[in-house]
């Protein structure tokens, strides 16, 4: 090769894609939300010989780690260990190629983000505040993020967590979910009073405007901008970054109680920042919320890839020349675009160019969910279509080039194996395989194996028409790779390759030979006109290679093999040239691309889709009986003696009115006739019972019950109930009326 590039690179960049939860295997879901994305942008990047940072790695941290470790017996850690190194290889096995997969369990991430905290609070960047938080008794734990499940206030999904309902991607808080139980008791939970710091994003509310809504509104997604919209339209609130757990980042111990810079002093003289608030001994069961730390976790990877390389990791954080970019899903958008941009201002870093956030991929027809079985798991495809034969890597890029192709870029998208073969079939092999597989038979058959001449003075419209098309596509692709449009650029690449298969199919240079071959000498014309189409299908064949590199780098590596070129001549400024392969180079036999992908394939794909959906469904019922059972199988109290009983005064009483409790939704007050006085009972039966219908039945009550004050209204008794397995609640009535106040015995 006789290319000669310069070796500098220019501009500065440093791409992140979201840390995914070291709880489980991810799926392609996820792959195709933020790490393919990521993952072309980077290579496009790469090949512009521009200075690329491409970060991503293990979160470690947070409620959703202790709750696996739950579920399959073990602790915290051992889950960690065990996905962190299964997830990064999944990664690998299917090209995206980080600069550090690194984990926020590093002690350099936990130095790292406390560093982040101290400076913000000790700049009075953050406000404390004293709260009632939910509470499970059972297990003394407060109950946050996903240590407390309920009903969703948006779509009613019943399985919501106390950070984010997974069905409709709201963002939410443990007050928002309606019928709150803890995950890990299974209980209704208590408040109790808990002292937390919040990132005071009301604060800031006139630099997000400005900066988004603003400034972005025209460069970021659609899509992005308005979320972000309706996030600052519907009011900033302080958000806490602590949280009572022990699973996480502890808070670092204040040693100054000033603010450190003197603009933040004398901010807090006139008021208008808080105090510091010194983080004491006394807050040691205190860890930093998962998501103030998880995104610093892009920092400290950028620390340790500076590390490992000997390189300066400070220019990508501070230097304003910079372009940061996170790849992400559409459920992190507010994290990325509003909270952790407020920490980076307040911290003093650079603040992200862009946030290409990505729409969700559904899977036949419905969301994909691994706690469902309703998906496919990278580690599944990787056993079953890439390591399961020679050369195998080659399906890694079918899937990137489909998830590529149905990119949920501007809305939600649709995988089916259907769609899968199709792309395969019919573009993969058709087209782009076709295409490369007939101009490399044909050269060694034609050509003798070695790139022809290319005859200038017979030069027709379709070789001019197909230079032109060459040039044109790369600047295209380019452009289009530049604006985050992945889908677009792709479909120009595979575009490019149709018009190939259109010129030779025109050309066709095999009759060619028939025609202008007389008793076995092929014409000085005949000759020429097919060196000429060869020489051009060639130089084609060398530009699909370099646009289709960033997406399906495997093949690219193929490519270059077969042409015994070096990945030098992948860089991009060579993209639109049709001189990069020398006249009278001679190149290797063709390899197969891609192969056809079989019915039995996919249908046996669909069927085991079915099945792990059913196995899961199976697994989720019996759960729930087991959880039944438990309820059955309850032990019966401790042995009383009869003098205990009879310290108990029951009675039948007549419920006579029954009101709703307001701002407690478990709670009704009722007024009950007990024959002797009428009495105000508060009882958590509000779940159960509309109050219009239980008004004129019977119900045995504890009358001697010290009274109590709930939501500050003094209940004077208990009425029994019988709670069946199910948890439902049924009346104890007595057979026929009786009258009022008379005893239980
Ligand atoms: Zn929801």
């Known amino acids: ?197 919040y990132l005071p994003l009301n604060r800031h509310e006139e630099f997000l405007r400005n900066w988004i809504l603003t400034e972005h509104k025209d460069d970021w997604r659609t899509s992005v901008v308005g979320q972000c919209k309706s996030w600052i339209d519907g009011g900033l609130q302080p958000r806490a970054v602590t949280r009572d757990l022990d699973w996480g980042i502890r808070l670092p111990l204040s040693v100054n109680s000033q603010p450190l810079t003197e603009e933040a002093a004398s901010l807090a003289v006139n008021g208008q920042r808080s105090t510091v608030n010194n983080v004491t001994k006394d807050d040691a069961g205190k860890v930093l919320y998962v998501w103030f730390d998880a995104p610093i976790g892009y920092i400290s990877a950028t620390k340790q890839w500076a590390l490992n390389n000997e390189k300066d990791w400070k220019p990508y954080w501070y230097a304003p020349d910079t372009k940061l970019v996170h790849f992400v899903g559409k459920d992190n958008i507010v994290f990325h675009c509003i909270i952790f941009p407020v920490m980076l ?64 870029e501007t809305k939600d998208s649709e ?11 019919s573009e993969l092999v058709n087209i782009f395989g076709n295409f490369v597989n007939r101009t490399f038979v044909l050269m060694h058959k034609l050509c003798g ?77 005949g000759k020429s006109s097919i060196d000429n189409c ?10 699909l290679t370099i646009l289709i590199n960033p997406f399906l780098p495997f093949t690219a590596g193929k490519l270059c093999k077969m042409m015994k070129v070096v990945n030098r001549m992948l860089e991009w400024e060579n993209a639109g040239r049709i001189d990069l392969l020398k006249v009278g180079y001679s190149l290797r036999e063709p390899q197969l691309l891609f192969r056809k992908i079989e019915n039995e394939e996919i249908e046996a794909q669909l069927a085991k889709l079915k ?73 958590g039966i509000a779940l159960h019972f509309a109050p219009e219908d239980i008004i004129g039945k019977q119900v045995t009550v504890v009358v001697n019950l010290a009274p109590r004050k709930m939501r500050g209204i003094e209940s004077n008794g208990m009425i029994l109930m019988a709670e069946d397995t199910e948890g439902k609640l049924h009346f104890i009535n007595p057979e026929i009326s009786v009258n009022n106040g008379a005893s239980v015995k």
């Open 611 to 683: 099945a792990s959906s059913e196995s899961r469904q199976q697994i989720n019922v019996t759960k729930v009986e087991e959880v039944k059972a438990q309820k059955e199988l309850e032990p019966v109290a401790a042995e009383i003696v009869f003098d205990d009983f009879a310290k108990i005064d029951l009675r039948v009483g007549t419920i006579v009115a029954a009101e709703k409790v307001p701002k407690a939704d478990k709670l009704l007050q009722l007024s009950v006739d007990l024959g002797f006085e009428k009495r105000t009972i508060v009882s």
């Open 1 to 197: 090769m006789e290319i000669d590039n310069s070796k500098k690179t220019i501009g500065r960049y440093l791409i992140t894609a979201a840390l995914p939860y070291a709880n489980g295997l991810k799926h392609i879901g996820h792959l195709a939300g933020a790490y393919l994305p990521a993952d072309i942008y980077v290579r496009y990047l790469k090949a512009q010989k521009r200075d690329v940072v491409f970060v991503c790695g293990s979160d470690e941290h947070g409620t959703a780690i202790p709750i696996q470790a739950m579920k399959e017996g073990t602790t915290a850690q051992a889950i960690i260990d065990k996905y962190h190194p299964i997830i990064e290889q999944n990664f690998k096995d299917l090209g995206i190629a980080f600069d550090i997969y690194h984990r926020t369990s590093a002690p350099l991430h936990h130095e790292t983000a406390q560093e982040f905290f101290t400076v913000l609070n000790d700049n009075g960047d953050l406000e404390v505040k004293e709260s009632e938080q939910y509470y499970d008794e059972a297990t003394n734990t407060f109950l946050a993020d996903r240590y407390i499940k309920g009903t969703c206030p948006v779509c009613s999904n019943d399985n919501a967590y106390g950070d984010q309902c997974e069905k409709c991607g709201s963002t939410l808080s443990p007050e928002m979910l309606i019928n709150p139980v803890s995950t890990l008791s299974g209980n209704a939970p208590i408040k109790k009073a808990t002292k937390h710091w």
């Open 534 to 543: 060869l020489h051009l299908c060639l130089q084609l064949t060398a530009n």
């Open 415 to 425: 995988f089916t194996w259907k769609g899968f073969q199709d792309a395969n079939n």
């Open 449 to 525: 194996g070695k790139v022809p001449v290319f005859h200038n003075e017979i030069i027709d419209d379709a070789d001019k028409q197909l230079i032109v098309d060459i040039k044109a596509s790369a600047a295209k692709v380019g452009a289009l790779l530049e604006g985050y449009k992945f889908r677009d650029a792709l479909f120009e690449v595979i575009d490019l390759a149709r018009k190939g298969n259109k010129y030779m199919q025109d050309k066709e240079p095999w009759m060619v030979a028939k025609r202008e071959t007389v008793d076995g000498i092929l014409s000085a014309e």
């Open 345 to 408: 201002k307040l911290h003093g870093n650079i603040l992200p160019t862009n946030v290409p956030a990505n729409e969700f991929m559904n899977l036949e027809g419905d969301k994909m969910s691994t706690s469902r079985g309703w998906s496919i798991e990278m580690d599944d495809y990787i056993n079953d279509w890439i390591k399961k034969e020679n050369g195998g890597e080659g399906l890694a890029d079918v899937l990137r080039y489909y998830l590529t192709q149905i990119a949920p």
